[in-house]
């Protein structure tokens, strides 16, 4: 027996988790977090499809939540295997759980749930569990073989290679789009029969480098002109170091004005710190920056907010200013806060990065919606609203086609997942009819034997 099933992600973008078993291994890639308007929702706190102490290993592809949110619950119901991901991941798999579990401890309180879904225990034996292993290096879990390839997603993120007895697959988790400004593209790996394949811009193409850059130094000077706030709601890993580093160089190129730019988020700052850690994982071009004495990571101007009493300081300081803060499609951190005061001001302006779910008030935003509800508080939108899809670390339309074509020569099936429905769909159909593999979008819970 080879089966594989899909227990999140499938024609969704969120959720995350991949189950694959033979006769005598069964390993997960990935275990995330639903994410939808509500952060701590009835899905998440249902009962795992299987029984997590069955589970020999646990793969994950990057540290974002909707890949690791449910890890801590797994090793609470059971699982004591070995986590496996790069050391970059796992460091950031800590930071990200930890903070997680704050949100999610507002979240049970404030809808009366007795408990937290998981607690700091069941996080520090995650971590006791976790194991960190560079890329190429070949993990051997009963009767597969396993190595992860850089996935150009984020700092550490890996494509997941698994080969058994009787076939190759590949689980891309997130593929980054190229170019990314800190990070190589992802691997190209060779003989996948089966390949398990991210599609949150399966829909979509995305601005081209020269155009997203540009339209940042726009934003920025427009609001500039006005005396506003621009307000950036940025995921903590990966979005806002890729946004120091291009402000950075618009900064020491003269490209924009010198104005306060504050990263408020304590997140967003641990996260800063280890890629400072492992600059070796940069591409090529950002190591040779840095070699010539370049921080990437400071210029004049910048604050990093990390207590509660700084971040309510940048009220005081009048306009023009930038604010960077989390959570990145606004369920909650700080961004809330400086949305409640900033976005009835028809001189500021929100500026949306990345990809925005259905239903979470970034999307609503960016929708059209006038009037948000922030802390139970109707709260006009009178603010300028604009969105730069290039700066994403998702790959776009294209760009997964073409990762699927140069894999073409031996893949006899591909799953297409982590988008939401027209997003899978649509890819699916792509690869279908432009490159005449056989190709579809799993629902959840669906299984398939090899």
């Keep these: ?27 997960l890639v990935d275990c995330g977090m639903f994410q939808s308007p509500q952060f701590s929702n009835l899905r998440n ?34 699982f004591h295997g ?16 930890e903070d997680s579990l704050g949100v999610l401890e507002k979240e049970a309180e404030r809808e009366g749930h007795k408990d937290a879904m998981y607690t700091i225990d069941d996080i520090n034996r995650s971590m006791e569990l976790w194991k960190g292993i560079p890329y190429g290096e070949t993990v051997s879990v009963g009767d597969m073989r396993v190595v992860f390839h850089n996935a150009g997603h984020v700092l550490g993120s890996a494509l997941v290679e698994i080969s058994t007895p009787d076939k190759k697959f590949l689980f891309t988790g997130d593929l980054g789009n190229i170019p990314m400004p800190l990070l190589a593209p992802p691997e190209r790996v060779r003989g996948v029969q089966v390949l398990v394949i991210e599609s ?17 130094e726009r934003a920025i000077e427009d609001v500039v002109h006005r005396g506003g706030t621009l307000i950036i709601p940025s995921f903590a890993l990966e979005r806002t170091q890729e946004l120091i580093y291009e ?11 010198r104005v306060p730019v504050y990263i408020d988020s304590p997140l967003a700052i641990k996260a800063t710190a280890v890629y400072r850690k492992y600059k070796n994982f940069f591409n090529s071009h950002a190591q040779s920056v840095m070699r010539s004495g370049d921080d990437l990571f400071n210029f004049p101007g910048l604050h990093m907010t990390l207590t509660t009493d700084e971040s309510k300081a940048i009220n005081d300081v009048k306009g023009p200013k930038i604010i960077l803060a989390g959570a990145g499609m606004m369920h909650g951190g700080r961004i809330v806060h400086h949305a409640r005061r900033y976005l009835p001001d028809p001189d500021s302006m929100i500026l949306f990065i990345g990809y925005q779910a259905p239903g979470s008030p970034g999307r609503r935003i960016i929708d059209g919606e006038r009037e948000v509800t922030i802390f139970g508080h109707d709260v006009s939108v009178r603010a ?24 073409h020569d031996t893949l006899e099936k591909v799953f297409v997942v982590q988008g939401e429905p027209r997003s899978s769909l649509f890819l699916a159909q792509r690869v279908r009819d432009y490159l005449g593999i056989e190709a579809e979008a799993p629902v959840f819970g669906a299984k398939f034997l090899f």
């Design 1 to 27: 027996m080879l089966k594989l099933s899909f227990y999140g992600g499938a024609q969704e973008v969120t959720g995350a988790n991949y189950l694959l078993e033979t006769d005598s291994t069964r390993i």
């Design 45 to 78: 706190r249902q009962d795992f499809e299987y029984d997590p102490a069955s589970i020999d290993a646990l793969f994950v592809t990057h540290a974002h939540i909707d890949h690791i949110g449910r890890i801590p619950k797994l090793v609470s119901r059971g």
């Design 82 to 97: 070995t986590i496996y991901s790069t050391p970059p991941t796992k460091d950031f798999g800590e930071i990200m759980l």
């Design 200 to 216: 949150a811009y399966g829909d979509r193409a995305h601005e081209d480098v020269p155009e997203r850059k540009i339209k940042l």
């Design 247 to 257: 402000f950075n160089d618009l900064v020491e190129h003269g490209r924009i004005p």
């Design 384 to 407: 300028e609203v604009r969105a730069i899809h290039g700066y994403s670390a998702h790959a776009d339309t294209n760009a997964l086609l073409d990762f699927i074509n140069d894999h």
